[in-house]
């Protein structure tokens, strides 16, 4: 079988003048990254298409470690409804280099259903992630220099600053350092520590963001700590904020490239889902819609946790409504919830597919509390069964749900034909409009309360002290009425990741909430989330060459 990199560089890409050319961008419009890479200036966003087109979601349920194919299912389904004569781009977010060289290896997709050219977008890309890492740092410095200096300085405590620094890398050795060290000349000593790019609020907020001057804005309410007479500073009291938007000045706008089959894509922004908001930029959907007349994106990992923050968070903020939500499924993912070992979870066992239906069942019940329309994608694996798949289409229909086969990596758009018609006849017939899980106004305990007992299936919450005192200092800086991204484990609904299937009759323990107010949301923090992963006990990093010719190996 060959890999995923073998397969993409077997196809003849088109110039990426071509590919916009299908868009109805000019080439001399195009800041091109040479051949097959380009952003697409601002002023191609339409607010009157925006608003009349259709904006497809992919979410899935509760992933297994290695995730069940959003992303090769949401560039499949694109190629498909190009291949019905639907004018359609998939809009994603770009990787992360973390998961790239540690566990789970690239994120564009796989087999026949790829973005490209795959090396690159894996990569460095356009730069993008390395200016939202220099952005924030640029903030973390100013910080630590305000704190120093004698005569220019806020009264910063700097037992107050939360701010840290970011690198696109997992480091755990990072996690906690200190800084400051080596006499006066060195700085103030402080413990901080590193975070890696995809958690930090500069991503969340040039993703929430309508064009340079709201980000700017956005940049300057990032909350920083407090002086020593508990006084709030903002980024805006450092003057960081007009710098911070100098430095993404080019990171703003959304990047073109293409699928394995030409489909346009445009790839933008990359916050990660188990922290912020987990979707590309506002931006970038946008762009899409402004382009064409369907719109495939997709919410990081499950539906209660990308998806939900998709809603309440992102539609809210852009105004946009998606017209369908395709739930990614697996049959390896229901035998997991079933309580199948994961070393086992290859071999044939339709009753373990039974067992993990509660899952899909509970994902489906919460898509209906948004009042939206669904369809189920099954990303069909080799070594599933015709028995394993029929049981999960069994149990759709009788809910009332249609399931759909889709074999997307072995046959790219060709292998979601069904699954496109599907999916067009339901945005055509539908006029529904998403409706929020909480209103705003409300306050921040009865928003996570919604979130936890609708959502995730919790009977009660319970709140640390840290927490407790959070809330009180949210109340004051005048911040109650922002929404809520809680902050929790992707291999669960519940809170504790070895809660596998629909569990039931859980407390959810909130133990601190930071404070986002750049982004323009707060993280209630449950469990143990780690803003700075480590790398597992063999990275993929070691797989990985070039060789004399700059042929690249093991990048999958």
């Given at each position: 079988m060959k890999t995923d990199l073998e397969i993409a560089r077997e196809v003849k890409m088109k110039h990426i003048r071509d590919i916009a050319s299908t868009l109805g961008i000019e080439?001399?419009?195009?800041?091109?990254?040479?051949?097959?890479?380009?952003?697409?200036?601002?002023?191609?966003?339409?607010?009157?298409?925006i608003n009349k087109n259709a904006l497809i979601l992919v979410s899935a349920t509760s992933p297994t470690p290695a995730g069940e194919g959003k992303t090769t299912v949401s560039i499949g389904l694109s190629q498909a409804l190009n291949k019905i004569g639907r004018k359609t781009t998939v809009v994603l977010r770009e990787p992360s280099l973390?998961?790239?060289?540690?566990?789970?290896?690239?994120?564009?997709?796989?087999?026949?259903?790829?973005?490209?050219?795959?090396?690159?977008?894996?990569?460095?890309?356009?730069?993008?992630?390395?200016?939202?890492?220099?952005?924030?740092?640029?903030?973390?410095?100013?910080?630590?220099?305000?704190?120093?200096?004698?005569?220019?300085?806020?009264?910063i405590d700097p037992r107050t600053v939360y701010w840290k620094r970011v690198m696109d890398v997992n480091d755990r050795s990072l996690r906690k350092i200190i800084v400051g060290l080596g006499g006066r000349t060195s700085g103030v000593p402080r413990e901080t520590g590193f975070d890696i790019t995809a958690a930090s609020e500069v991503m969340a907020t040039l993703c929430l963001s309508d064009n340079l001057e709201h980000l700017k804005e956005k940049l300057g309410n990032i909350f920083v700590g407090f002086t020593y007479d508990r006084k709030p500073v903002y980024a805006r009291d450092l003057k960081a904020n007009g710098a911070m938007t100098l430095l993404l000045k080019d990171a703003i706008m959304p990047n073109l490239v293409?699928?394995?089959?030409?489909?346009?894509?445009?790839?933008?922004?990359?916050p990660f889902a188990n922290i912020a908001q987990g979707t590309n930029s506002v931006i970038a959907t946008r762009m899409g819609l402004s382009l064409s007349d369907y719109v495939v994106t997709e919410a990081g990992f499950g539906f209660d946790l990308g998806a939900e923050k998709f809603f309440d968070i992102k539609c809210r903020y852009a105004g946009l409504s998606p017209k369908v939500v395709v739930l990614v499924?697996?049959?390896?993912?229901?035998?997991?919830?079933?309580?199948?070992?994961?070393?086992?979870?290859?071999?044939?066992?339709?009753?373990?597919?039974?067992?993990?239906?509660?899952?899909?069942?509970?994902?489906?019940?919460?898509?209906?509390?948004?009042?939206?329309?669904?369809?189920?994608?099954?990303?069909?694996?080799?070594?599933?069964?015709?028995?394993?798949?029929?049981?999960?289409?069994?149990?759709?229909?009788?809910?009332?749900?249609?399931?759909?086969?889709?074999?997307?990596?072995?046959k790219g758009g060709e292998g979601a034909l069904a699954l496109a018609e599907t999916v067009a006849a339901i945005a055509a017939s539908t006029e529904k409009q998403w409706q929020p899980l909480y209103e705003l106004d409300w306050d921040i305990p009865k928003k996570i309360e919604t979130i936890a007992t609708k959502v995730y299936g919790a009977k009660a919450i319970d709140?640390?002290?840290?927490?407790?005192?959070?809330?009180?200092?949210?109340?004051?800086?005048?911040?109650?009425?922002?929404?809520?991204?809680?902050?929790?484990?992707?291999?669960s609904l519940s809170d504790n990741p070895d809660l596998l299937g629909r569990p039931k009759d859980f407390v959810v323990t909130v133990r601190e909430i930071?404070?986002?107010?750049?982004?323009?949301?707060?993280?209630?923090?449950?469990?143990?989330?780690?803003?700075?992963?480590?790398?597992?006990?063999?990275?993929?990093?070691?797989?990985?060459?070039?060789?004399?010719?700059?042929?690249?190996?093991?990048?999958?």
């Open positions: 080439e001399d419009d195009l800041i091109t990254y040479g051949k097959y890479k380009a952003k697409i200036p601002l002023s191609y966003l339409n607010t009157e298409n973390g998961p790239v060289f540690g566990m789970k290896g690239g994120a564009t997709g796989g087999g026949h259903s790829q973005v490209l050219p795959m090396e690159d977008i894996n990569l460095h890309f356009t730069g993008d992630f390395a200016a939202i890492e220099k952005a924030h740092n640029l903030l973390a410095a100013l910080i630590d220099n305000n704190i120093q200096s004698k005569n220019h300085n806020l009264g293409q699928t394995s089959e030409g489909t346009p894509a445009i790839i933008h922004g990359g499924t697996t049959v390896r993912a229901l035998k997991y919830h079933g309580g199948k070992p994961l070393k086992e979870i290859k071999e044939a066992d339709a009753a373990a597919v039974k067992k993990g239906l509660p899952n899909l069942e509970k994902h489906l019940e919460n898509i209906k509390r948004f009042g939206v329309s669904c369809v189920v994608a099954i990303n069909k694996f080799a070594d599933d069964t015709d028995h394993e798949l029929q049981t999960i289409i069994d149990r759709c229909s009788e809910i009332g749900v249609k399931a759909v086969v889709a074999d997307v990596w072995g709140y640390s002290l840290k927490a407790k005192d959070d809330l009180k200092k949210i109340e004051d800086l005048g911040l109650s009425k922002l929404p809520v991204c809680i902050a929790k484990t992707q291999k930071e404070i986002a107010a750049g982004a323009g949301f707060v993280i209630p923090i449950t469990g143990e989330i780690m803003r700075m992963p480590g790398l597992p006990p063999i990275p993929a990093a070691e797989n990985m060459d070039i060789d004399a010719n700059g042929t690249i190996t093991g990048l999958a």
